[in-house]
């Protein structure tokens, strides 16, 4: 490190994100500030494109944007300099420099490649199961997704909070790359295929993060073992409260087509843009895996009862004694956000707009600050 | 998880993924082994092409090199299957399927219907088709046609290495005979294919690009053909939408007249020749279903009616290019009656 205070230190690159395993390039699909306006840390930069789905960027940091290097529509590798943001005394010349560096990069392509997150696999109860990691703090966070979800749908958490913590996203037996053979499918195996992860990650205290079945699922977890639980960050969860859209988890269960699948994915989101052909493509890709399809079916018999919710989590978040958040979109299709008035008194809850049920993917930052107010203590 | 690999290791990972599962999965055909028996059986080849490469030595004795006697292999294969085996018959080239036809339509093709619904005949022959390679007439044909023409029977043209992966362990899984089209150009092509076991059902076309302005229809090779047209065109602002049918039999035709019914054109593009060909089928299907909705004749993209030309100039002027299908795609925007 050089000296902190010397003002090439203070000119930040904001880059092109990865934004999942994936990830190569992003397209700029627009820009919300222009050179010259000054912006505080969270606020947003622009929308990318990412084939999967439309994200936001947000500043890193407070300052002036001093140069805004890609295009609109310009597709940039991941890693790119894409902007430069600057307090407003930092001279231009030294701006000037940096811009040519970053224009040079992003026009000749030869970025340094970003290392996205680290795979790993474990080996529980005969079960592999699949993990990414990223992040090397102290603090420890674990990410839970959802029914049919998979590490990847943490895509726009999991990288700005892997500047605080050590982050880990699984995949739930039945999901993503882990064993597709879900036993019984209940909340017991899926929370034992969580403890089994941090027992041999060797994770004393973890902060939990789960969305949907997965929010159940961290809940189940921390009532287990409640002393192993520093925290609960629940994003629309099951199990909480009498509503549950038991059309939506059939179809979703039963879609044997992109075409058929499609009309459930819009229900997902409260903007159905954000249901691109590629995740409705990934999904299919996913549900003709061998094993996929028992997995879905026998998690469903654990998810409902007959029309009504099948688990009851709230009764399990009793054993926890410990801080809980709740994140919900207002627009949540699937498990309505009216559940959320299960935990009020017990948690500290967002309610969020222009949010459905996958508030993760669409609304990410409410998502960040909840997990990020809970490491803050 | 999914990591690239080629059409070549597609189609020998679903082979290795199958005969693990299911050990009444057997490969016969010529060359399949290759140098088998002999002392160059640890070099053997795997197929002219090395696709089955590998398979006869994790598998011993369940990979069959068998005589070049098509009609032979071909209804040995079919009777097995009969019997309570899985085979994947290899026909080297399609155009060789003269010698062993009456096994594949009038045997194989008809025993589920002429034994009531009591006997399944579970073989896939696995064949390579195309033009490209400069393998002259007798080798290089888009036959596929004529086994789509045969009630009874399958017929897969898988596109790219996650098709052929998936569409070839839904073959062997599947109870009826099913011909397997490879196309001989495609097998360096590589995309991601996940290393887990999947199937892609039958008759279920895949909507390659979305868009408003036109409909093609793309088959097997033609697909990324297809692509690169699109993608050309898309800087002049014309959206075509690419639907690959996966399997000509069965036909997905409600994915073909929607997307007509969307974009009011039809370009087929096809690598064989037009005569009662898959172009003019498709072309028919739409005509008399979609009729209403057209606003502009169909166009077929495909080979002349003529012998695969063994000159290399000649050969790439039979093969349908980006060029062609651009044209055929401004010829139906341009249309004024």
Wanted: charge should be negative.
């Amino acid at each position: 490190m050089t000296d902190p205070v010397s003002t090439e230190d203070t000119i930040t690159k904001v880059t092109m994100p990865k934004w999942g395993l994936s990830m190569k390039s992003g397209k700029i699909t627009s820009w919300f500030v222009a050179e010259g306006d000054e912006v505080a840390e969270g606020d947003e930069l622009a929308d990318i494109d990412t084939d999967k789905i439309t994200g936001v960027l947000e500043s890193p940091v407070p300052g002036v944007v001093r140069r805004v290097l890609a295009e609109t529509n310009e597709d940039a590798p991941v890693g790119a300099t894409i902007a430069l943001i600057a307090p407003a005394d930092v001279p231009e010349e030294l701006i000037d420099e940096a811009a040519r560096a970053a224009r040079e990069e992003l026009d000749s392509g030869a970025v340094d490649e970003v290392a996205g997150p680290a795979l790993g696999t474990v080996r529980v109860d005969g079960r592999t199961l699949s993990y990414a990691t990223l992040g090397t703090a102290a603090e420890t966070v674990l990410l839970i997704h959802g029914y049919g979800g998979d590490k990847n749908s943490w895509l726009f958490v999991q990288e700005p909070l892997s500047a605080r913590a050590t982050v880990h996203a699984i995949d739930l037996p039945g999901h993503g790359d882990s064993t597709k053979d879900v036993g019984d499918g209940s909340l017991d195996t899926l929370a034992g295929a969580v403890a089994g992860f941090l027992d041999q990650q060797g994770i004393e205290r973890v902060h939990v993060v789960g969305h949907s079945l997965g929010g159940a699922v961290a809940t189940a977890a921390a009532a287990r073992e409640p002393g192993r639980i520093a925290s609960l960050t629940l994003v629309a969860p099951a199990g909480y409260g009498d509503q549950i859209n038991a059309d939506y988890l059939r179809g979703f269960a039963r879609a044997s087509s992109r075409r058929e699948l499609k009309p459930h994915l819009t229900q997902l989101f409260a903007d159905p843009g954000h249901v691109t052909r590629q995740l409705a493509d990934d999904l299919m890709k996913y549900k003709r895996l061998d094993g996929v399809q028992q997995a879905l079916d026998s998690l469903l018999g654990t998810l409902l009862n007959g029309d009504r919710p099948g688990i009851d989590a709230a009764g399990l978040l009793r054993e926890f004694t410990g801080p809980v958040r709740v994140v919900w979109g207002r627009a949540d299709q699937v498990l309505p956000a009216a559940n959320a008035a299960a935990l009020e008194g017990r948690a500290q809850i967002a309610y969020v707009d222009n949010a459905g049920h996958m508030v993760h993917m669409e609304q990410p930052s409410a998502v960040v600050d909840a997990v990020a107010g809970t490491l803050d203590g | 998880m999914a990591r690239t690999i080629s059409y070549r290791e597609a189609v020998n990972e679903a082979l290795r993924q199958e005969m693990e599962r299911d050990g009444s999965v057997i490969i016969m055909g010529e060359d399949n082994a290759g140098g088998a028996g002999s002392p160059g059986e640890d070099d053997a080849w795997g197929g002219v092409l090395g696709v089955t490469k590998g398979l006869q030595q994790r598998f011993p004795g369940r990979v069959l090199d068998t005589p070049i006697s098509e009609s032979a292999f071909v209804g040995a294969a079919v009777g097995a299957a009969t019997r309570g085996l899985r085979p994947v018959a290899e026909l080297m080239f399609i155009d060789f399927m003269g010698v062993c036809f009456d096994q594949i339509f009038n045997q194989a093709a008809k025993f589920r219907y002429m034994f009531g619904g009591k006997a399944v005949t579970p073989v896939v022959v696995r064949t390579m088709y195309g033009a490209g390679l400069n393998a002259a007439a007798q080798h290089s044909q888009c036959l596929y046609p004529l086994f789509t023409h045969i009630p009874g029977l399958k017929v897969v043209l898988p596109s790219s290495p996650y098709e052929a992966k998936g569409l070839l362990i839904q073959a062997i899984r599947d109870n009826d005979p099913v011909i397997f089209c490879e196309h001989k150009a495609l097998y360096d092509m590589t995309g991601e294919v996940p290393e887990d076991s999947y199937t892609i059902p039958f008759g279920e076309a895949d909507v390659v690009r979305d868009g408003d302005d036109v409909t093609i229809v793309a088959l097997g090779r033609m697909v990324s053909v297809a692509e690169e047209a699109a993608a050309e065109l898309a800087r002049q602002d014309v959206q075509a939408e690419i639907i690959d049918p996966r399997t000509t039999s069965p036909l997905d035709r409600d994915t073909i007249l929607e997307s007509v019914e969307n974009t009011g054109r039809l370009v087929v593009v096809d690598e064989a020749t037009p005569r009662c060909g898959m172009a003019a089928d498709i072309s028919a299907l739409v005509a008399q279903e979609a009729f209403g909705a057209l606003r502009a004749p169909i166009e077929m993209v495909t080979a002349p009616h003529t012998p695969v030309p063994f000159a290399q100039p000649l050969e790439q002027l039979y093969i349908p290019d980006t060029q062609k299908v651009a044209n055929a795609v401004k010829k139906t925007l341009d249309w004024k009656k």
